[in-house]
């Protein structure tokens, strides 16, 4: 796929017209998707189609920087102003690793020469602040962006549903502010429906990705089940996944129910 | 770290003896100083000298060859050595040979995950058995903890305070080490601890405090138990001077007022 600028929204043509017509110039969209259903790509053609023509920051949690930019050249994509950040890595680093040290501590007892001439910290080194983390990016943003989250799931793993709801309201906020364009993922069937249904009513856009077994392979399909005041955009695609990223098949499937989580 | 004690140090000394705590007219109101291993309470409010008290108690052993460690919660151990140094009784080579030992607390609870506001049941033991690896490791046979206050205000609970102290008391008079726990209280208090049940499980209580005569602000010091031990209850006039802590007896003439 060429560079993509102006008004693409998602890197789908078919989608784009609909949603650059009908969603403000800055939103929050929730990709929703079970294991399988390419959401980490479909992620990557968003933040892709940003390119060039705003700041693109992907926050990855279960991919390393370098596996991000092999995806990105997989698909023959330049990630080549791309901002990577890797909130896995930094929470491993910051409280994972400390607590193996700790059980190490706890176990064998602590000596003299762990604790001698050590200074005392004045925040506690095992606090990783994601929501800070990540509001401290946004607040440094001045223009409009484009954003991605590649998944809620790991925030709601070490974060109170609150707490990953606050974060996806300030970055929504920032996002109309700004004029930005956010793109969160998240499993849609593993977390409480109340933690997603408040997200899905918070975004402007949710995106839903299928992956259904077939003789042979996956069909995909994506529903544009939500786009804020615009509910007869609503729509099903089947879809499929080429060296260039997701496009969609032919005709749609259907304008009115979503597929099953 | 410096190998045994010195000549005339504890290693000299039979079980069960005195633990001299070099102010020399405290050791005479004691018979020869603190029983080795007991668990001392130095109570007081601010600025009455509870940590100069303490750190010339160390001082003064790790002179004799006695491995001292000064457990610091309140203030970093840094400052803590820089404030020693100004006294005349202290040499700096009593810390660079290892018998004058400073440790910060936090840096225990930082290194031991112990951050919860109030101390479970388990990061209490650990925070013991840290206590008690130390101990052991650097063969401390005089040590401080200042302030047992700090440290009960992150336990909080009475039976866990009664259970801490307990278990403290135990693993410390195991290992003969003798203990002075800083105290802290208000001025008008009535009791010598923050919730009462730590003054009694130590085996000793000294009070330290303000009071007020012909106008001047001076410091008190009273033993108010010492298990074992026969002394005299009056009360005492302490001067800090840069050679260390000087009592007198405090005579009653005059107004006075507790402060």
């Known amino acids: 796929m060429g560079k993509l600028a102006g008004d693409v929204v998602l890197g789908i043509p078919e989608l784009d017209r609909d949603l650059t017509a009908s969603l403000p110039p800055g939103w929050l969209g929730l990709l929703v998707g079970s294991a399988g259903s390419a959401t980490s790509l479909f992620a990557k053609q968003f933040a892709h189609a940003g390119l060039g023509s705003s700041p693109v920051l992907y926050y990855s949690v279960y991919e390393s920087t370098s596996d991000v930019e092999r995806a990105f050249h997989d698909f023959g994509w330049d990630p080549s102003g791309l901002k990577i950040f890797n909130l896995a890595e930094e929470y491993y680093q910051k409280v994972l690793l400390r607590d193996l040290e700790i059980s190490r501590l706890r176990e064998r007892g602590l000596s003299y020469g762990e604790v001698a001439g050590v200074p005392v910290s004045v925040s506690n080194p095992r606090t990783f602040n994601l929501t800070s983390r990540l509001l401290a990016d946004l607040a440094a943003l001045d223009s409009p962006f484009r954003l991605v989250l590649d998944s809620l799931d790991f925030l709601l793993e070490i974060l109170e549903p609150e707490a990953v709801l606050t974060v996806a309201r300030q970055i929504r906020h920032r996002a109309q502010t700004l004029g930005g364009m956010a793109l969160l993922s998240i499993q849609g069937d593993i977390h409480e429906r109340r933690t997603t249904g408040l997200l899905e009513d918070m975004a402007d856009l949710v995106i839903e990705l299928q992956a259904l077994p077939q003789a042979g392979g996956y069909e995909h399909r994506i529903a544009v089940s939500k786009i804020r005041n615009h509910p007869e955009r609503s729509r099903i695609a089947s879809a499929q996944v080429t060296g260039s990223g997701f496009g969609l098949l032919d005709a749609p499937v259907g304008a009115t129910s979503p597929p099953s989580r | ?259």
């Open chain 2, 1 to 259: 770290m410096a190998d045994g004690a010195l000549p005339g140090g504890p290693a000299s000394e039979p079980p069960g003896e005195r633990c001299p705590s070099g102010i020399e007219a405290l050791d005479n109101i004691l018979g020869g100083g603190f029983p080795r291993g007991h668990l001392v309470l130095v109570a007081g409010s601010v600025g009455t000298g509870k940590t100069t008290l303490t750190l010339e108690f160390l001082v003064r052993g790790a002179e004799r060859g006695e491995r001292s460690l000064f457990l610091s919660v309140t203030e970093a151990s840094s400052k803590l050595r820089q404030n020693l140094s100004t006294f005349e009784f202290f040499r700096p080579e009593l810390v660079s040979s290892g018998r004058l030992v400073f440790v910060d607390i936090p840096v225990v609870y930082e290194k031991l995950g112990l951050d919860h506001e109030e101390l479970t049941l388990e990061e209490i033991d650990l925070l013991i058995r840290a206590i008690q690896g130390l101990v052991t490791e650097l063969k401390i046979s005089r040590l401080v903890i200042d302030s047992l206050t700090s440290v009960c205000y992150r336990i909080r609970r009475e039976e866990r305070i009664r259970d801490f102290m307990l278990k403290l008391s135990q693993v410390l008079a195991d290992l003969n080490c003798t203990t002075l726990l800083v105290s802290e209280i208000g001025q008008a208090s009535g009791r010598f601890s923050l919730h009462g049940v730590e003054e009694a499980i130590v085996d000793g209580v000294i009070l330290l405090g303000n009071t007020r005569r012909q106008g001047d602000i001076i410091r008190v010091l009273q033993i108010i138990k010492m298990r074992g031990t026969s002394h005299s209850r009056a009360q005492y006039v302490v001067e800090l001077t840069p050679i260390g802590l000087l009592m007198a007896p405090h005579l009653k003439g005059g107004r006075q007022e507790g402060m």
